[in-house]
Nanobody, 121 residues
Framework: QVQLVESGGGLVQPGESLRLSCVAS????????MAWYRQAPGKQRELVAD???????TYADSVKGRFTISRDDAKNTLYLQMNDLKPEDTAVYYC???????????????WGQGTLVTVSS
């Protein structure tokens, strides 16, 4: 079974930092683009940042300069370093990956189960 598992969410105060992790496991041939999305209460899911297999990154305007996305392909792991967190960053954060799975080799889009980040004083 191919899956993504996130970790690292929690409750922090404004201005503090958190690092989210997302591990891909299972019969994966190759991981292509990976991304973090978030969904705040009552709002649609939005793209926070993504990173290609060549480490090209894009960010939502609301997080530029504060968040950094990175990946460790040796560990099949995606990260999101979040600094200077604000109350408006409160949301469930989801990991997303486009992979080629094995047996047979075929494309698959994966989503994690989500991890809650709450920023509050």
């Amino acid at each position: 079974q191919v899956q993504l598992v996130e970790s690292g969410g929690g409750l922090v105060q404004p201005g503090e930092s958190l690092r989210l992790s997302c591990v891909a496991s299972g019969s994966i041939f190759r991981i292509n683009t990976m991304a973090w999305y978030r969904q705040a209460p009552g709002k649609q899911r939005e793209l926070v940042a993504d990173i290609s297999s060549k480490d090209t990154t894009t960010y939502a305007d609301s997080v530029k300069g504060r968040f950094t996305i990175s990946r460790d392909d040796a560990k099949n792991t995606l990260y999101l370093q979040m600094n200077d967190l604000k109350p408006e960053d409160t949301a469930v954060y989801y990991c997303n990956a486009n992979v080629l799975k094995m047996r047979p080799i075929s494309p698959l889009e994966l989503w994690g189960q989500g991890t809650l980040v709450t920023v509050s004083s």
